[in-house]
């Protein structure tokens, strides 16, 4: 068992910057793939970003490449996303989620465990 706390969601005016962290506790972080995704209100759920559970491959949606940048800390069983360049419609709930394997990272249903969310607004 995981448990999943995000922090660091927050107003932001566009074109700043958030970083948002999700810290794992329970068992090592070091086991898992990690991924980001995010629900804005009337729509579904979609992929941000992934890490590998060694850190080496990253993956992000198209929309945020670029701007985006996922990382984690296995020592400090913490997963990061720093988004920079931030636009109005980054604005939704952002969610970590932990994959003990994964055929395709984009998809939540390879993700087993899931935080409860962090808000993030970015006016305009």
């Known amino acids: 068992q995981v448990q999943l706390v995000e922090s660091g969601g927050g107003l932001v005016q566009a074109g700043g910057s958030l970083r948002l962290s999700c810290a794992a506790s329970?068992?090592?972080?070091?086991?898992?793939?990690m991924g980001w995704f995010r629900q804005a209100p009337g729509k579904e759920r979609e992929f941000v970003a992934a890490i590998s559970r060694d850190g080496i491959n990253r993956y992000y949606e198209d929309s945020v490449k670029g701007r985006f940048t996922i990382s984690r800390d296995n020592a400090k069983n913490t997963v990061y996303l720093q988004m920079n360049s931030l636009k109005p419609e980054d604005t939704a709930a952002y969610y970590c989620?932990?994959?003990?394997?994964?055929?395709?990272?984009?998809?939540?249903?390879?993700?087993?465990?899931w935080g409860q969310g962090t808000q993030v607004t970015v006016s305009s």
């Open positions: 989620a932990a994959a003990g394997s994964w055929g395709t990272y984009s998809r939540g249903s390879q993700y087993d465990y």
């Open positions: 329970g068992r090592t972080l070091s086991r898992y793939h």
